[in-house]
C-alpha cells in the first residue's frame, strides 16, 4: 500500500484533486451511499432487538435480568468504546476503521442467530457493540473528508435521515421478521447487509488522513476514559434497579467521576492525547456536545415510554406500535436533508433554536395523551417531534464535527455518538425514575377512587410494577366487567399520569437545550493538507 500527499483542502473530494482516478472511487454521494448501508445495520439493531427479546426468553429460557442483558451489554460496549473508536479511526484510518466495524457486525450477527445459550447471544451482543462503536465515528470521519464544506449539512442531513429511519423501523422490521420467521433472523439480516456494505465500501471509499493525523495511540488515556464511561453507564442502566439513593449507586458515580477527573489530568500532560482538551475551548463544539445529550435525553427517554403506552394502553401489536409512529420517521427523513440545505445557507443556530422550541412543544403536546387519544392526534405531535428534532440531529452533528480539526474528525464523531448514547441512557433512566414514583403515588388513589378494595401489600407491589409498564392484568375469574374495567381505568390513569409527567419534564429539558443552541455556530472546516492512502 502506498501514501500519496495529496495539497488539497479537507472535504474537497479527492476525484477533483487526483487526476486518474476511476469515477467511482472517492465520489461523495456514493461514499454517503456506502456509509449509509453500514449505519443502518447499528441503528435498526438499537431497536430491532427489542422486540425479538421475548422471543429469544422463551427460546431459550431466559431470565429477565439476562434479557435485560442482551440488550444493555450492546448499550454498555457502545457507549464505553465510541471516543476511542473515533481515534483509532483518526490513528489507522477511517476506511480501514468502518470496514473493520461492518464485518465485525456482521460477524457477530450471524453467531448470534446460530446461538443455543443466552450467554452466548449476551457475550456477542457485547463484542457486536464494540464493532458498531467502530463504524458510528469513521462514517463520520468520512464524510466531513469528503464532501466539500458548502455540500457537507446536506450529507449529514441525509446521514440524519438515514439514522432516524432505521432506528424508527426498527420496531416494524422486528416485529414482521418474529411474527412470520423467528427471533434469529433478526440479527441473520445483517449477514447480507453486511457484506453488500463491505463491496460497495471496497469499491468506493478512499481512506483520508490529515498530513499531521495522531501517530501514536493513547492507552493510558482509554482505560481511564473507558472505566469513567462504563461506571457511568453501568450507574444509569442499574440506577432503576437498585435506586439513586443506593450505596452500588452512588459508588459507581463517585468511580466515574474520579477516574474522569483522572483522565481529564492524564490528558493534559499526554503528548498524543486519546481526547485532546484543546477541543473544548471551541464554545461552539462545546456547546453542541451538551445540546446532543440534552435532545437524546428528552428524545430517547420520552419515546421509550410511547412504546408501552400504544402497546399496554391502546392494545397495539408491536408492527401496529411501529406503524403509528411512522408521522416520526417520515418527518425525519422529508426533514433532514432540508435542514442541512437550511443550516449550509443560514447557519445551525437559529434553526436548531427553532426546533428545540417545536421538539418542546411536541413534547408538551405528548404529554397529554389519554386512554382515548385518537390516531390523528398522536400523529399531530409525532410528525411535530419528527420536525423538531431532525435540525438538531443534522446541526449538532455539524457543528461537533465541523468544529474538530480534520485530524480529529473520528474523536469527534465519538464524542458526538456518546453524547447521544450517554444522554438517551440518561434520560431512559431518569424520566424512568420519575415516571415510576408518580406511578406509584397516583395509583392508590386512583384505585380508592374507583371505589375498588384494598390490596394486600404484596398484590399491590405487583400492580404497581405492571402500572409503571402500562400493564393492566387480568381480573380474578368471576370479577364483574365493571369492576374490571374500573381496574383497568386505575392502574391505566396512573401510568398516563407518570407518562404525562416524564414528557413535561423532556419538554422543559427541550426549552433548555434552545438556550444552549444560542451558543453554537457552523464548523470553520480548516485547509490543512490530507493524506490520501
Known amino acids: 500500500m502506498t501514501s500519496n500527499t495529496v495539497s488539497a483542502t479537507p472535504g474537497a473530494p479527492e476525484s477533483d484533486t487526483a487526476p ?20 443502518v445495520m447499528v441503528t435498526l439493531d438499537g431497536t430491532i432487538v427489542a422486540i425479538a427479546n421475548p422471543a429469544i426468553q422463551k427460546d431459550l429460557g431466559a431470565s429477565l435480568a439476562e434479557v435485560q442483558w442482551i440488550t444493555n451489554g450492546y448499550l454498555l460496549a457502545l457507549a464505553v468504546a465510541l471516543i476511542t473508536a473515533g481515534k483509532i479511526g483518526d490513528r489507522f484510518g477511517h476506511r480501514q476503521t468502518f470496514l473493520t466495524g461492518i464485518i465485525g457486525f456482521a460477524a457477530t450477527s450471524g453467531v448470534i442467530g446460530l446461538s443455543e445459550g443466552v450467554t452466548t447471544v449476551i457475550a456477542f451482543r457485547v463484542l457486536q457493540g464494540l464493532f458498531g462503536a467502530l463504524l458510528m465515528p469513521a462514517a463520520l470521519g468520512l464524510l466531513r473528508a469528503t464532501f466539500p464544506a458548502e455540500k457537507l449539512n446536506m450529507a449529514i442531513g441525509v446521514w440524519g435521515a438515514v439514522i432516524g429511519a432505521s432506528t424508527a423501523a426498527g420496531p416494524i422490521v422486528g416485529g414482521l421478521l418474529v411474527e412470520h420467521v423467528n427471533w434469529e433472523s ?10 453488500l456494505a463491505v463491496l460497495l465500501c471496497l469499491a468506493i471509499l478512499v481512506d483520508h488522513r490529515a498530513e499531521n493525523a495522531p501517530g501514536s495511540f493513547d492507552v ?10 462504563f461506571f457511568l453507564v453501568w450507574a444509569i442502566i442499574k440506577a432503576p434497579e437498585w435506586g439513586w439513593g443506593d450505596n452500588a449507586t452512588v459508588w459507581s458515580l463517585v468511580i466515574a467521576a474520579v477516574t474522569l477527573l483522572a483522565f481529564l489530568v492524564w490528558e493534559t500532560v499526554s503528548g498524543e492525547p486519546l481526547l485532546p482538551l484543546r477541543l473544548f475551548r471551541s464554545v461552539p463544539l462545546s456547546a453542541g456536545t451538551v445540546l446532543m445529550v440534552l435532545m437524546a435525553f428528552g428524545f430517547m427517554g420520552g419515546l421509550f415510554f410511547v412504546t408501552f403506552y400504544l402497546q399496554n394502553v391502546h392494545g397495539m401489536s408491536p408492527v401496529d406500535s411501529g406503524l403509528h409512529m411512522l408521522p416520526l420517521t417520515a418527518m425525519m427523513i422529508v426533514a433532514s436533508p432540508v435542514a442541512g440545505g437550511l443550516i449550509t445557507k443560514v447557519g445551525p443556530r437559529l434553526p436548531m433554536v427553532g426546533a428545540m422550541l417545536v421538539t418542546a412543544v411536541a413534547m ?15 400523529s399531530l ?5 419528527g420536525l423538531g428534532l431532525a435540525p438538531v440531529m443534522v446541526g449538532a452533528t455539524e457543528v461537533i464535527v465541523g468544529n474538530a480539526p480534520l485530524e480529529h474528525a473520528g474523536v469527534a464523531g465519538g464524542l458526538q455518538q456518546a453524547a447521544m448514547q450517554v444522554g438517551g441512557s440518561l434520560g431512559t433512566a431518569v424520566l ?3 415516571m415510576a414514583s408518580r406511578v406509584h403515588e397516583t395509583l392508590p388513589v386512583k384505585w380508592a377512587e374507583a371505589q375498588l378494595p384494598p390490596l394486600p401489600p404484596q398484590d399491590a407491589e405487583r400492580l404497581g410494577k405492571a402500572a409503571e409498564l402500562g400493564i393492566a392484568p387480568p381480573a380474578p375469574d368471576g370479577t364483574p366487567a ?18 404525562g409527567l416524564a414528557f413535561t419534564l423532556a419538554g422543559i429539558v427541550a426549552v433548555l437545550a434552545a438556550g444552549v443552541a444560542l451558543f453554537t455556530k457552523g464548523g470553520q472546516h480548516d485547509t490543512a493538507p490530507s493524506v490520501h492512502v
Open 220 to 229: 493510558p488515556g482509554v482505560v481511564l476514559l473507558s472505566g469513567a464511561m
Open 381 to 385: 405531535w409525532f410528525g411535530l417531534l
Open 186 to 195: 433478526v440479527f441473520f439480516v445483517n449477514v447480507p447487509v453486511g457484506l
Open 482 to 499: 365493571q369492576a374490571a374495567e374500573a381496574m383497568a381505568r386505575a392502574v391505566h390513569g396512573s401510568f398516563l399520569s407518570g407518562l
Open 364 to 378: 408538551f403536546g405528548l404529554s397529554t395523551l389519554e386512554r382515548g387519544t385518537g390516531a390523528l392526534e398522536m
Open 20 to 39: 486518474g482516478r476511476a469515477g467511482l472511487r472517492g465520489h461523495p454521494w456514493l461514499t454517503l451511499l456506502a456509509v449509509a448501508l453500514g449505519v
Open 432 to 434: 424512568g425514575a420519575v
